[in-house]
């Protein structure tokens, strides 16, 4: 097992690799852009593709096209790169084709800045593209994390015939930490599709991909078959971590870089003599609500802790069901909440309770 620095970009681009990926279509844009440098190098090594297209509208075309003759296939982006791509996200989402995509969030709205943001969830987790799909969405907040979860968003990619994004922001893309790299034999077992568009070998009725169905009721029955496989998504994928949450009366709610904030509140309440704890969704759709659950026996108020205006907390909302106070803290267009700041403001919280 070899233990080497690296930074979190390069580790999306090694896990993707690792993970069998052989085909990467992208466009460069900041703070992601040292991925797609990463995999220039690394894909002709080990027989892969790589290609900068000339639009991230291409390139997600691009995308649908490698998937669909069954490639493991990836892009990447920041925020408005990503936004352009939601059209063909749509398209790839109706025609029940595997692929990843990695957003590494920037500020917005607009260009906005490439400072690190976590204003892009709802165009992860509700579908920033036009019809009724979802994508399974999975949040790292370490570069180890990031470099396993790769391999999990490839898997389960092919195992649901779905796209999957890995959403990161520009401090974990940026950040460099040490990470433990297996021994890599450069072979990766993939599963088999009898679906793919690969000729007819010796089969008399071809494959056709597509997701243009004129007739509204077959359109429907599309879509009903479509949501039978989220609900199966979300009865068998959610993933959580949870620190200090036995007998913890404010829970903090946090994912990616802020939940690594959170922790740091966390131990910084408990020295002080409060009682706090918190989750961290893996999985932010679907969304873990069971921790939640478990929580709500003791705890009095949970606080959403964002690089927002407020979007992850109507899904702690719901979680919730009303059974408890839910609060929000946030700092957007590039801000980060610092630890000093949430601490006061937690303490504020408990006082009114």
């Known amino acids: 097992m070899a ?11 090694e896990g993707a690799i690792r993970a069998g990926c052989r ?5 460069p844009i900041t703070p992601q852009s040292e991925l797609p440098h990463y995999l220039a190098r690394r894909m002709p090594e080990v027989g892969g593709v790589y290609l900068q297209a000339e639009s991230e509208v291409a390139a997600i075309n691009m995308v649908y096209g490698a998937a669909s003759a069954g490639a493991r296939v990836m892009t990447s982006s920041s925020s408005p790169g990503i936004s352009l791509m ?19 969030m920037r500020g917005g709205p607009g260009l906005g800045n490439i400072a690190p943001a976590q204003s892009d969830y709802f165009q992860a987790v509700k579908g920033g593209g036009h ?23 490839f898997e389960l990619a092919d195992k649901y015939r779905n796209p999957v994004m890995v959403l990161g922001d520009g401090i974990l893309g940026q950040m460099m930490e040490p990470v433990e790299l297996s021994p890599y034999s450069g072979a990766a077992e993939l599963p088999p599709k009898p679906w793919a568009t690969t000729g007819t070998l010796g089969r008399e009725q071809r494959n056709v991909i597509n ?3 004129i007739e509204p009721e077959e359109l429907e029955r599309v879509n009903l078959r479509l949501k ?12 959580w971590e949870t620190y200090a949450l ?3 009366e404010l829970v903090l709610v946090a994912f990616g870089t802020m939940a690594r904030v959170a922790r740091a509140v966390v131990e910084r309440l408990r020295a002080e003599g409060q009682s706090a704890g918190l989750i961290r969704p893996v999985t932010l759709f679907p969304f873990p609500e069971a921790p939640f659950r478990e929580a709500l026996s003791r705890a009095r108020a949970f606080l959403a802790l964002e690089m927002s205006l407020g979007q992850m907390v109507e899904d702690v909302r719901l979680a919730v069901e009303g059974r408890c106070p839910v609060y929000f803290y946030g700092r957007t267009g590039g801000m980060v909440p610092t630890v000093a700041e949430v601490v006061e403001f937690a303490k504020e919280v408990v006082k009114g309770l």
């Open 211 to 213: 997701s243009l169905y």
């Open 246 to 248: 036995d007998g913890a």
């Open 23 to 27: 085909y990467f279509f992208g466009y």
């Open 131 to 153: 019809g009724d799909y979802r994508l399974l969405c999975l949040a790292p907040s370490s570069v180890q994390e990031i470099l396993d979860l790769m391999a999990l968003a």
């Open 228 to 239: 039978a496989k989220y609900q199966r998504m979300e009865a068998e994928e959610k993933r």
């Open 86 to 104: 939601q059209e063909g996200i749509s398209y790839l989402a109706g025609a029940e084709l595997p692929c990843v995509v990695v957003n590494v």
């Open 3 to 13: 233990r080497v620095l690296m930074k979190g970009n390069e580790a999306l681009g």
